[in-house]
């Protein structure tokens, strides 16, 4: 039987382990437990997004748009851009994973965050990239002077992920917008947008500007449907970048890597965007009140614009997810410290509720 390896491709040979599959659990959480450490919004797709997809549900045996070009056409409305800026997969992971096959070679150097989001290792991680990991400042900014010091010859890509992943902190758009434009033009700089929905600060925008003005740097901007629109299980992202680049994805690209209902769904999703305002709004003010009663409680919580709160509290990760877990809620202990996602009024509340009883 293993004379299969024989026939594996160079590269599949000497591929590292896959972090990816290593980090997974193998059971799916009961129903009835609070899932408050995957940042998903339980508020789900816009009623009106659910409709359609029940809709789609009727006829599951249309192969789907290759091109997505209903749900394209949404998108590029929705930001002002050409549906040729667009390319769809089935979650920003994927494209992240494209992005490994388009651009690395063995020895390239990719300079990121750290913490950040663990799907950046994994594709360096996979294409046998060297990782030039960061690290955030002290208070989990992104230290872009640092970063930028940290360019060699060998830099080939550059990602940002604002707001970041496990750290829920925003770095100011300006601040960023001028590191890209110092960058040299030899460095494909990617932008992870995932929560970007939900920054509510006054002075922020995304790095889709950028990609409007036609800047003269290789730029992706990833976003997807899993976080504000309430679709991951439905498995629909997207990155915005220019024309010339979306080809590249095209030869990566699975065949009809977006199904019917995901592509239906998504495009009705965005249509609806008074549901995503006031999933936003309820969230701002979710946040706000669940880091004073954190902080209350005498925890240190990182000022988040997303929809997780990064905190330290007077006791042990493990303890907290222990008490918490025996209540039916999972929280994440990232990094030595606990990541809440705040979910359903309900759930904020049973969370602050045991959190109270562990730490008064
Ligand atoms: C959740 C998340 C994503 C989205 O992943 P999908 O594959 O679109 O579900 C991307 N980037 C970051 C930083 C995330 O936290």
Known sequence: MEKYIELLRDAMKTKPKSLRAARQKSSSTPLDVYRMNYNESPFGMPPKAAEVLYEACKRPYIYPDWFSIELKTEIA???????????????????ICM???????????????????????????????????????NDYLYDLDAMYDAISPKTKMIIICNPNNPTGTFVDSAKVEAFIRKLPGNILIVIDEAYMEYVTRKDSYSMVKLIKEEIDQPLIVLRTFSKIYGMAGVRVGYALTSPSLVDYFNK????????????????????????????????????????EQLRALGCKVWDSESNFLLFEAPIEPKVIAQALADEKIQIGSPIGLNRVSLGTKEMNEKFIYVMEKLLK
Do not use: C
């Open 252 to 291: 990566s690209s699975h065949a009809w890597n977006l199904s019917t209902l995901g592509q239906s769904a998504a495009a009705a999703a965005i249509r609806d965007q008074d549901f995503i305002h006031e999933v936003r709004d309820f969230m701002e003010k979710a946040r706000k009140e669940v880091t």
């Open 99 to 137: 992005l490994g096959e388009i651009f690395l070679n063995p020895g390239d150097e990719v300079i990121f965050g750290d913490p950040s989001y663990e799907a950046f290792r994994d594709v360096i991680n996979d294409y046998g990239a060297t990782q030039v990991p960061i690290p955030l400042t």
């Open 77 to 95: 409305k929705l930001y002002g851009l050409s549906i040729d800026n667009i390319v769809t997969g089935s979650g920003s992971s994927t494209l």
